[in-house]
């Protein structure tokens, strides 16, 4: 079984489109993560999703919108997409600790490669 | 602000030798993870270490936690060719945004 699933794997687009990203997880976790990943491989953590409380790096653009129907989903809404948007895009999931801030470990979805034209 | 930083950030080493990535920190934090990440591939968590002087290892990977010098290392031992990938070492912000705060990453090519 798959734990943290996305979908799609590719997604090739024009510039000014509007797309979407699917992310689930079966492993009861209570925070889901999007982060992008460029060229060079660094991680940028975009977004944090805890209980229906959203936490948003302030370096996104408002172009890029999580939404997440319950707490098994959180899907990536993408607006006028732009080249720069070319990367690729992983889920993630953990569980929060049970006492104290901070989080476990982050299970990893295979990422969305997604290319704009 | 928690940032963390890897080295080196490329690496090419033969195969059968020794070597350490290096990971520091610049605040306070009580959890560490290690990372690997395949060629197109995902991330696949290898250690978390919870408390000062943890060592773990898992094959010819050893990674240990300093908490006082926040400082981590990941010492491979003779290395093979299936080590070949991308680590990352990621600290618990220990905040409520949840965020774990993301080395660099330190491309690792083993020749055979």
């Known amino acids: 079984d798959t734990a943290v699933s996305q979908t799609p794997k590719y997604l090739v687009t024009q510039m000014g489109n509007d797309k979407s990203i699917k992310c689930e997880q079966n492993?009861?976790?209570?925070?889901m993560y999007w982060y992008k990943q460029d060229s060079k491989k660094f991680l940028k953590i975009m977004f944090s999703?805890?209980?229906?409380?959203?936490?948003i790096n302030e370096t996104v653009p408002n172009r890029f919108s999580p939404k997440s129907p319950d707490k098994a989903h959180l899907n990536l809404h993408i607006n006028s997409l732009e080249l720069g948007d070319s990367a690729v895009y992983f889920c993630?999931?953990?569980?929060?600790?049970?006492?104290?801030?901070?989080?476990?470990?982050?299970?990893f979805g295979p990422g969305t490669r997604l290319t704009v034209l | 602000e928690l940032k963390v930083e890897q080295n080196p950030l490329f690496l090419s080493m033969q195969e059968g030798k020794n070597y350490t990535i290096y990971c520091n920190y610049s605040?306070?934090?009580?959890?560490l993870y290690w990372y690997r990440q395949d060629p197109g591939k995902s991330l696949e968590s290898l250690f978390v270490?919870?408390?000062n002087g943890a060592v773990k290892q898992e094959g010819r990977l050893m990674a240990s936690l300093d908490t006082k010098a926040r400082l981590s290392t990941l010492h491979i031992t003779a290395a093979v060719h299936d080590l070949s990938a991308t680590y990352f070492c990621?600290?618990?912000?220990?905040?409520?945004?949840?965020?774990?705060?993301w080395g660099a990453g330190t491309k690792l090519i083993i020749k055979p």
């Open positions: 990621a600290v618990d912000g220990w905040d409520s945004n949840y965020q774990l705060i």
């Open positions: 492993l009861g976790h209570d925070t």
């Open positions: 993630a999931s953990s569980q929060g600790r049970t006492s104290g801030p901070g989080t476990d470990t982050q299970y």
């Open positions: 999703y805890n209980n229906k409380e959203l936490i």
């Open positions: 605040t306070t934090s009580d959890r």
């Open positions: 270490l919870l408390s």
